[in-house]
């Protein structure tokens, strides 16, 4: 059974860091990216980060140059790297991995942890 559980969210005064962890477990083939996104109240699910292969990334316009997504060697825990938060990053993160086969596209999502960016 696969599992992803992310960690490090919380509460943090405006052009603080945090760094969000997400651990994955169970038997997870043909990955082919590994993602956060963020929900805000009242708004949709979007892609803030995305890491490819280990070193191809992509980032949302709003947090390029702010944000840091990496794995380990592994593949087994992706991070996210917050710095120069603002409150307007405030919503609930999620960790995403996308796997592919001749069947399709399956995604994998963790259940979410909270960052508040408030002074």
């Known amino acids: 059974q696969v599992q992803l559980v992310e960690s490090g969210g919380g509460l943090v005064q405006p052009g603080g860091s945090l760094r969000l962890s997400c651990a994955t477990s169970?038997?997870?083939?043909?990955?082919?990216?590994m993602a956060w996104y963020r929900q805000a109240p009242g708004k949709q699910r979007d892609l803030v980060a995305s890491?490819?292969?280990?070193?191809?990334?992509n980032y949302a316009s709003s947090v390029k140059g702010r944000f840091t997504i990496s794995r380990d060697n592994a593949g087994n825990t992706v991070f996210l790297q917050m710095n120069s938060l603002k409150p307007e990053d405030t919503a609930v993160y999620y960790c995403?991995?996308?796997?592919?086969?001749?069947?399709?596209?399956?995604?994998?999502w963790g259940q979410g942890t909270q960052v508040t960016v408030s002074s």
């Open positions: 995403n991995i996308a796997t592919i086969t001749p069947w399709g596209r399956t995604d994998y």
């Open positions: 169970g038997n997870i083939r043909s990955v082919r990216s």
């Open positions: 890491i490819i292969g280990g070193s191809s990334t």
